[in-house]
């Protein structure tokens, strides 16, 4: 069983770009969640994913955004980059529903000078 | 506003010493996750409660869920250094086909040998 992967594991941006993090879920998994983890706190919620549409959405501005591929793979895409975006961004993949527990990868840890 | 709060966030003990950790809302959750983190990795899910006054055993470690499915804790019986993480409670508010968790402030815990 594959568990859940992201890519890259590592980036630098400045502040005004965009930056597009990668996610493949855990196979029979449905459902993708995006989560924000800055230094020192635990993770927050950003959006969720089930069958290629939004399903939920955090306390993010609109220039978080994200995909779903039919392969369940899913993109979480952030634009004009500020400062405070710095943070351990993580993929989490879950069948979706109710009490289904949710499976993350080890995230992609964005720094932004 | 912080809608899970962990206390202690900071604990240092010593190998074969107990300890619990505890996990406080108002809100009420459908089910309570806890994770462990350990540094540059991802949560690793421990365990799901999901019944008011619900009791898992995972080796040495015991979580319970409150009655009123608003707090849980977590008990380690003679810890080991191997048990040094982030300890992270996340409770499942959603409805429907959405799992959005909300995630409590964190535990440090450092086992010394």
């Known amino acids: 069983e594959t568990g859940v992967t992201q890519s890259p594991t590592h980036l630098i941006k400045t502040r005004g770009q965009q930056v597009t993090l990668r996610c493949s879920s855990q196979?029979?998994?449905?459902?993708v969640s995006w989560y924000q983890q800055a230094l020192g706190q635990g993770p927050q919620f950003i959006f969720q994913?089930?069958?290629?549409?939004?399903?939920g959405r955090g306390n993010f501005p609109p220039r978080f955004s994200g995909l779903q591929f039919p392969n369940y793979s899913s993109e979480l895409n952030v634009n004009a980059l500020e400062l405070d975006d710095s943070a351990l961004y993580l993929c989490?993949?879950?069948?979706?529903?109710?009490?289904?527990?949710?499976?993350f990868g080890d995230g992609t840890r964005l720094s932004i000078l | 506003t912080q809608l899970l709060e962990q206390s202690p966030q900071f604990l240092s003990i010593q190998e074969g010493e107990n300890l619990t950790v505890y996990c406080n809302s108002s809100?009420?959750?459908?089910?309570l996750q806890w994770y462990r983190q350990e540094p540059g990795e991802g949560p690793v899910l421990l365990v799901t409660?999901?019944?008011?006054?619900e009791v898992k055993k995972l080796k040495r470690l015991t979580f319970q869920f409150g009655d009123a499915r608003k707090d849980s804790s977590l008990h380690i019986t003679a810890a080991q250094p191997g048990d040094t993480g982030l300890y992270l409670c996340?409770?499942?508010?959603?409805?429907?086909?959405?799992?959005?968790?909300?995630f409590g402030t964190g535990t440090l815990l450092a086992v010394q040998p």
């Open positions: 989490a993949s879950s069948q979706g529903g109710r009490n289904q527990p949710q499976h």
């Open positions: 196979s029979g998994h449905n459902t």
């Open positions: 994913y089930y069958r290629e549409e939004e399903n």
């Open positions: 809100s009420v959750f459908s089910s």
């Open positions: 409660v999901v019944t008011g006054g």
């Open positions: 996340a409770g499942d508010r959603s409805g429907g086909a959405t799992n959005k968790l909300i």
